[in-house]
């Protein structure tokens, strides 16, 4: 099974409201990263928390981390039609030296 | 600066080919990473290089192969395609050597098996 796995697997808001997507993992991590995807595009870096922090903000942009429960959290504010995206987290997990991503988030961000 | 690029776009294959996809990385990343994409499975690591030498390998058949230039340019070949081989194939550069750091991606190349 996944490392992370996302919850939900699909969202949709509208225009102006919170996004918040979960993130949940099975082993320890050194760093756990958020990236969103534009339909079959590449993908786009947007924060990287570190095993050590607990939260971090970039813009919009808020994510939490809970290394006892294994799980981190994103939050877009104020989302914008832009926003539309699969989001995916992926887990930096310790001894292996590489990404593990989940199956991602596929938020629709309504006008 | 530019950011990575993958050539090409789009590739057509059929059954039994062999194929090669080109990536160029962010000038002055050394580091390059190659993962697959496909609904069932998600994203899979493929490898990383770095310096020209193969650094990790996720759990791909040797069928799937690369190498990196002294210029950090890389290639990953897969060989005796098949269906399943057909996805969206990504590749991603970071400054430092490690695919658990940042990394930044490229626009991908589809490949159709057929």
């Known amino acids: 099974s996944q490392q992370g796995e996302e919850d939900p697997q699909a969202l949709s808001i509208q225009e102006g409201e919170n996004a918040t997507m979960n993130c949940s993992y099975k082993t320890s991590i050194n760093n756990l990263q958020w990236y969103r995807q534009n339909s079959g595009r590449g993908l786009v870096h947007l924060i990287l928390?570190?095993?050590?922090?607990r939260e971090k903000h970039s813009g919009r942009l808020r994510v939490t981390l809970d290394t006892s429960k294994k799980s981190s959290s994103l939050l877009i504010t104020a989302s914008r039609a832009a926003d539309t995206a699969s989001y995916f987290c992926a887990t930096a997990v310790q001894g292996a030296q590489k990404l593990v991503f989940g199956q991602g988030t596929r938020l629709t961000i309504n006008p | 600066k530019a950011g990575v690029t993958q050539t090409p776009r789009y590739l057509i294959k059929t059954r039994g080919q062999q194929v090669t996809l080109s990536c160029s990385p962010i000038s002055g990343h050394r580091s390059v990473s190659w993962y697959q994409q496909t609904p069932g499975q998600g994203l899979q690591f493929l490898f990383e290089y770095f310096s020209e030498t193969q650094r990790n390998k996720g759990n791909f058949p040797g069928r799937f192969s690369g190498r990196q230039f002294s210029n950090s340019r890389s290639e990953m070949n897969v060989s005796t395609l098949e269906l399943g081989d057909s996805a969206l194939y990504l590749c991603?550069?970071?400054?430092?050597?490690?695919?658990?750091?940042?990394?930044?991606f490229g626009p991908g190349t589809r490949l159709t098996v057929l």
């Open positions: 991603a550069s970071s400054l430092v050597e490690g695919a658990y750091n940042e990394q930044f």
């Open positions: 928390i570190r095993s050590n922090e």
